[in-house]
C-alpha cells in the first residue's frame, strides 16, 4: 500500500513539474493569473479591443500550397477554390459577456485579428471563406423577451463583424437555429450589420432572407441555406431559390442545410432527407452544419454530400466540448467555356483551442497524428462505398475528384 501511494505521489509531482512547459506552450496563461480587462463601457455596448497584438505563432510551414495544391483535372481551364467552415458562433448569453472567460476578453486583449489569426494564411489563398455565423449581431439585447429566451441565446456585439472581415471570411450563412435568439430585432441588426460590411449572407429565415450568388470571370456560384424547421414548412420556397439561381446563370449552386442532432457521431434520417431534396432541385453540392461535431461524406445521386463541419470559432462556451474540427476546401473545375466539370474536396485538419478543456476561441492547423486522428472522426461517419482518403502531410485529405452531374 505505502509503495503503490509514493507511486501515486511521484507521478503527482511530475505531472505538476510538466505544467509551466505546458503554458508555454499554450502562449496562454489561465484565467485566474490574466490581468483584469478594462471595463469596456456600458454592457450594451461594443468593446475597444487594446492597441495590443495577438501573442505570435511560429510562421506557418504546413498547408501553404492553396489551389496548388489540387491536381489540373481533364479538360479544366479554370479552377475556382472555395472553403468552408463550421459554426462561427461569434455571440454569447447575455450573463457572460465581459467575463474573463468569453471571447469578450480575448478580442479586448488582442483584437478583431485573433480568433482567425492561425488560419488566416489558409483562407487568404481561397477565391471565397463561407462560414455559418450562429448568433445575432447586435449592440442591445433588444428581442430577448419570455418568448426567445431558451437556454442559450448568443449575440455577439455589432463590431464583431470585424472578426470575419479581417479573417478572410467573405460569406457567411445564416440560416440557423440562433439568428432568431433575439426576435426579429436581432435578425434586423444582424442584416443590417453585414449589409454594411465586406461580408456576405445568405440563408432562409422566419424573419427574412436570401440566396447569394458569387461571380468571378464569367464564373458564378449560386448559395441557398435552411435551417431544418425552417425547411418543413417553406419547401415550395426553398425550390424556388434553386429556380431562380438557375435562372440566374449560375453553373454551379451549392445547398448549406443546417441539421442534426447535435454532438451526434452520425448523421441522421433529416440530414438526408434535405440533402436529396436539394439534390433534386439542383444542388451540385451539399454542406451541412449543426451537430457541433465532424461528420461523414457520400456522393448521393453524383452529388457530393458534407454532412457536418463542427465547430469552428465558438465563442458559446467557455469550455471545448469537442476537440477537432477541418475547413472543408473545394476546388471547382471549369471548362473553357465556363462548364462546370466537378468539384474535389480537400479536408485540412484544425484543433479548435490549444488547451484541450479551455476555449483560446482560436482554431488552428494540425499535423501528424492530431491531423490522423480528426480525418478518423469525419471516416467514423463514412459509409462504404465511400471513404476519406488518407491524410498527406502538409496537403490534407484529398479525396477523389467528382465528375459533375447534368440537372
Keep these: ?30 484565467y485566474d493569473d490574466m ?7 456600458a454592457p450594451t455596448r461594443t468593446p475597444t479591443p487594446a492597441p495590443t497584438a ?36 461569434l455571440g ?42 450562429e448568433c445575432v449581431l447586435a449592440d442591445t439585447a433588444d428581442g430577448l ?28 450563412t445564416v440560416a440557423n437555429n440562433h439568428i432568431g435568439d433575439y426576435g426579429r430585432p436581432g435578425f434586423d441588426a444582424t442584416a443590417r450589420v453585414l449589409d454594411a460590411s465586406r461580408v456576405c449572407w445568405f440563408g432562409s429565415t422566419d424573419y427574412g432572407g436570401r440566396a447569394y450568388i458569387y461571380e468571378t470571370d ?40 443546417h441539421a442534426g442532432v447535435e454532438y451526434d457521431k452520425r448523421h441522421d434520417y433529416n440530414q438526408v432527407k434535405i440533402a436529396r431534396r436539394f439534390i433534386e432541385w439542383g444542388a451540385d ?50 471548362s473553357e467555356d465556363g462548364r462546370y466539370l466537378g468539384s474535389r474536396a480537400n479536408f485540412i485538419p484544425c484543433r479548435l483551442s490549444e488547451h484541450s478543456e479551455i476555449n483560446y476561441y482560436q482554431p488552428y492547423p494540425v499535423t501528424g497524428r ?3 486522428l480528426a480525418i478518423r472522426q469525419i471516416q467514423y461517419d463514412t459509409k462504404d462505398p465511400w471513404r476519406i482518403r488518407d491524410y498527406v502531410e502538409n496537403i490534407g485529405a484529398m479525396q477523389d475528384f467528382v465528375p459533375a452531374v447534368e440537372h
Design 1 to 30: 500500500m505505502h509503495r503503490r501511494m509514493l507511486v501515486c505521489l511521484m507521478t503527482l509531482a511530475l505531472l505538476c513539474a510538466s505544467l509551466p512547459a505546458a503554458a508555454d506552450l499554450y502562449q496562454f496563461v489561465p
Design 35 to 41: 490581468p483584469t480587462l478594462p471595463p469596456p463601457g
Design 54 to 89: 495577438a501573442p505570435t505563432s511560429e510562421p506557418p510551414t504546413a498547408y501553404t500550397l492553396g489551389a496548388a495544391a489540387f491536381p489540373e483535372e481533364s479538360g479544366e481551364k479554370r479552377k475556382v477554390l472555395l472553403s468552408f467552415l463550421g459554426d462561427c458562433t
Design 92 to 133: 454569447m448569453n447575455e450573463i457572460d459577456h465581459g467575463k474573463k472567460k468569453s471571447l469578450d476578453y480575448f478580442i479586448g486583449q488582442y483584437g478583431y485579428g485573433y480568433c482567425f489569426d492561425r488560419v488566416r494564411y489558409i483562407l487568404e489563398q481561397d477565391e471565397l471563406t463561407v462560414g455559418n455565423l
Design 145 to 172: 423577451d419570455a418568448q426567445t429566451k431558451k437556454t442559450y441565446n448568443f449575440r455577439a456585439y455589432e463590431s464583431y463583424v470585424g472578426i470575419l472581415e479581417q479573417g478572410s471570411v467573405e460569406a457567411v
Design 218 to 257: 464569367g464564373i458564378r456560384v449560386g448559395f441557398v441555406g435552411s435551417h431544418v424547421a425552417y425547411y418543413w414548412q417553406h419547401v415550395e420556397e426553398m425550390q424556388a431559390l434553386f429556380d431562380e439561381l438557375r435562372a440566374e446563370g449560375c453553373q454551379v449552386i451549392i445547398g448549406v442545410i
Design 285 to 334: 453540392i451539399v454542406v451541412g452544419h449543426h451537430p457541433h461535431v465532424l461528420q461523414g461524406y457520400e456522393v448521393m445521386d453524383g452529388v457530393p454530400v458534407y454532412y457536418s463541419l463542427g465547430n469552428f470559432v465558438f465563442a458559446g462556451n467557455f469550455q471545448v466540448k469537442t476537440r477537432y474540427t477541418a475547413i472543408l476546401q473545394l476546388a471547382l473545375s471549369f
Design 370 to 372: 492530431e491531423a490522423g
